[in-house]
């Protein structure tokens, strides 16, 4: 499958933005959909997955961090993953990369069991 991202960007602190992930090549509806981050000199980390699931209504997973705040989605007719970034903070400021597997649901935060990236996309919160 293949994955572009899209919607980072300036903003505010307190600010929202949603970043949108395309898929295209293959079955979207088989792939857990998930979002990472990374900043300069630190590993690539978890942010948000949504299950894989016919329905478009998979079962969620979040880092401690963004609970609350951000808000994963998935449409399985357009083939795409959404991130809701609410009440952004500045150290929620990286590249973040979409992001797609068929592992085990229980090792979706493990970012090295990935194979299907997305390009990155770049959100920077000014405080």
């Known amino acids: 499958v293949q994955l572009q991202a899209s919607g980072g960007g300036l903003v505010r602190a307190g600010g929202s933005l949603r970043l949108s992930c395309a898929a295209s090549?293959?079955?979207?509806?088989?792939?857990?959909g998930a979002w990472f981050r990374q900043t300069p000199g630190k590993e690539r980390e978890f942010v948000a997955a949504i299950r894989r699931d016919r329905s478009g209504g998979g079962s969620t997973r979040y880092v401690d961090s963004v609970k609350g705040r951000f808000t994963i989605s998935r449409d399985n007719a357009r083939s795409t993953v959404c991130l809701q970034m609410n009440s952004l903070k500045p150290e929620d400021t990286a590249v973040y990369y979409c992001?797609?597997?068929?592992?085990?649901?229980?090792?979706?935060?493990?970012?090295?069991?990935?194979?299907?990236w997305g390009q990155g996309t770049l959100v920077t919160v000014s405080s």
């Open positions: 992001a797609a597997t068929q592992i085990l649901w229980a090792y979706v935060e493990e970012a090295h069991r990935y194979t299907n």
């Open positions: 090549g293959r079955t979207f509806f088989n792939f857990h």
